[in-house]
């Protein structure tokens, strides 16, 4: 009661004569009355932090989360100074002030867009975030000649090559939103698929076409598929999406080395819209016919039976006979270890399935 009181007060007080006048009285003087104001509010702050619950007890021992408490744990798990870090973190913060400025000069809504897509391009969305995994550095799944980290290196989860989709390859069309986002798992496809192509809708659209209609293999003319679920809750398909023509996997048989498989990525309806524009065919999977849940679980706010985009991804490739049902494994296997690393970095209690789930 005191401190709502102490804040009614402090919003009223240097507008109204009469409360500056009780101030006085009660306080002797405003500066009496800011320096109580003060101490209340740095009490409360103390004691709203001292109630936050803690990830540290034992059912939650396996916590990151202290890796990215204070720029001295992060100079040390990067094996940098102090300095680099804050002059990492005050860069990044100068870039967001001339992506504003420039917004604010701006009124062509492509100009504003392309100064959007840039900064996300060259920045990510955290300044120790790898440009690879789009792991937070500390925990990079990249192997150890390419992670800075020295504690969590990717050394014991990606030992063997790459893998040679024997198709056009997959591209995963990229909203600006979703770029460099550590929940994202696609980018873990890059690590896992020799052919694999992340791309960004706002920059990137010239090599789109280019890739649609050449193709990476030589000799085969490509035919450009849009992943896309056949239905959701959360995603009604627009009518422009419903003018497109649906192919099933039986239609691609013989056709595999052929596939350039176009993944969108973003929230639902971001992803709607850049579907509605691809012109190209959609392959919706048939249901699984057992209801398993998201290895992304972990990670949502919400628990939900959608399948994560290296999920819906590794199935489409190993229903089309792209992917052997241990390559398919280790596809899962990659992305299950950056969500669960990602979950205990950002100190989030374990839900959700253990594991990869056996795809045997």
Same mark, same amino acid.
């Given at each position: 009661?005191?401190?709502?009181?102490?804040?009614?007060?402090?919003?009223?007080?240097?507008?109204?004569?009469?409360?500056?006048?009780?101030?006085?009285?009660?306080?002797?003087?405003?500066? !009496?009355? =800011?320096? +109580?104001?003060? /101490?209340? %509010?740095?009490? *409360?702050?103390? &004691?709203?932090?001292? #109630?936050?619950? !803690?990830? =540290?007890? +034992?059912?939650? /021992?396996? %916590?990151?989360? *202290?890796?990215? &408490?204070?720029?001295? #744990?992060?100079?040390?798990?990067?094996?940098?100074?102090?300095?680099?870090?804050?002059?990492?973190?005050?860069?990044?913060?100068?870039?967001?002030?001339?992506?504003?400025?420039?917004?604010?000069?701006?009124?062509?809504?492509?100009?504003?867009?392309?100064?959007?897509?840039?900064?996300?391009?060259?920045?990510?969305?955290?300044?120790?975030?790898?440009?690879?995994?789009?792991?937070?550095?500390?925990?990079?799944?990249?192997?150890?000649?390419?992670?800075?980290?020295?504690?969590?290196?990717?050394?014991?989860?990606?030992?063997?090559?790459?893998?040679?989709?024997?198709?056009?390859?997959?591209?995963?069309?990229?909203?600006?939103?979703?770029?460099?986002?550590?929940?994202?798992?696609?980018?873990?496809?890059?690590?896992?698929?020799?052919?694999?192509?992340?791309?960004?809708?706002?920059?990137?659209?010239?090599?789109?076409?280019?890739?649609?209609?050449?193709?990476?293999?030589?000799?085969?003319?490509?035919?450009?598929?849009?992943?896309?679920?056949?239905?959701?809750?959360?995603?009604?398909?627009?009518?422009?999406?419903?003018?497109?023509?649906?192919?099933?996997?039986?239609?691609?048989?013989?056709?595999?080395?052929?596939?350039?498989?176009?993944?969108?990525?973003?929230?639902?309806?971001?992803?709607?819209?850049?579907?509605?524009?691809?012109?190209?065919?959609?392959?919706?999977?048939?249901?699984?016919?057992?209801?398993?849940?998201?290895?992304?679980?972990?990670?949502?706010?919400?628990?939900?039976?959608?399948?994560?985009?290296?999920?819906?991804?590794?199935?489409?490739?190993?229903?089309?006979?792209?992917?052997?049902?241990?390559?398919?494994?280790?596809?899962?296997?990659?992305?299950?270890?950056?969500?669960?690393?990602?979950?205990?970095?950002?100190?989030?209690?374990?839900?959700?399935?253990?594991?990869?789930?056996?795809?045997?």
């Amino acid at each position: 009661g005191t401190m709502v009181a102490c804040r009614t007060i402090r919003l009223l007080a240097w507008r109204h004569c009469y409360v500056r006048a009780l101030v006085w009285i009660l306080f002797g003087s405003p500066q !009496v009355f =800011s320096s +109580a104001i003060h /101490s209340f %509010s740095f009490v *409360h702050q103390n &004691s709203k932090r001292q #109630r936050r619950p !803690v990830y =540290s007890d +034992a059912s939650t /021992s396996d %916590s990151l989360s *202290h890796l990215m &408490s204070s720029p001295e #744990r992060y100079a040390r798990v990067l094996n940098i100074t102090k300095t680099k870090v804050i002059e990492a973190s005050k860069k990044r913060q100068k870039a967001v002030l001339a992506l504003q400025r420039s917004l604010e000069e701006s009124i062509d809504p492509q100009e504003r867009q392309n100064a959007v897509c840039q900064h996300r391009y060259k920045y990510g969305k955290h300044p120790f975030v790898c440009s690879r995994c789009w792991s937070y550095l500390p925990i990079c799944l990249c192997p150890r000649d390419h992670s800075p980290s020295t504690e969590l290196g990717a050394t014991d989860i990606i030992q063997r090559q790459k893998i040679n989709v024997k198709c056009q390859g997959v591209l995963l069309w990229t909203h600006s939103d979703e770029w460099g986002s550590p929940s994202n798992t696609g980018s873990t496809l890059s690590l896992t698929l020799q052919n694999c192509h992340v791309l960004m809708k706002g920059l990137h659209e010239s090599r789109l076409k280019e890739l649609a209609e050449t193709g990476s293999r030589h000799g085969e003319s490509p035919i450009p598929i849009v992943l896309w679920p056949e239905s959701s809750n959360n995603a009604q398909p627009t009518k422009s999406m419903e003018a497109h023509r649906d192919v099933s996997i039986e239609d691609l048989k013989g056709k595999e080395s052929r596939i350039l498989l176009i993944v969108p990525e973003g929230t639902w309806r971001q992803a709607r819209r850049m579907v509605s524009k691809l012109p190209y065919p959609r392959l919706s999977l048939p249901p699984s016919g057992d209801a398993r849940q998201s290895i992304l679980a972990p990670l949502r706010k919400q628990n939900g039976d959608t399948l994560c985009t290296a999920e819906a991804v590794g199935l489409a490739l190993e229903q089309l006979g792209l992917l052997s049902v241990e390559e398919y494994s280790h596809v899962l296997h990659v992305a299950f270890e950056k969500i669960d690393r990602t979950r205990r970095y950002q100190g989030k209690p374990k839900r959700g399935p253990e594991g990869p789930l056996d795809c045997g």
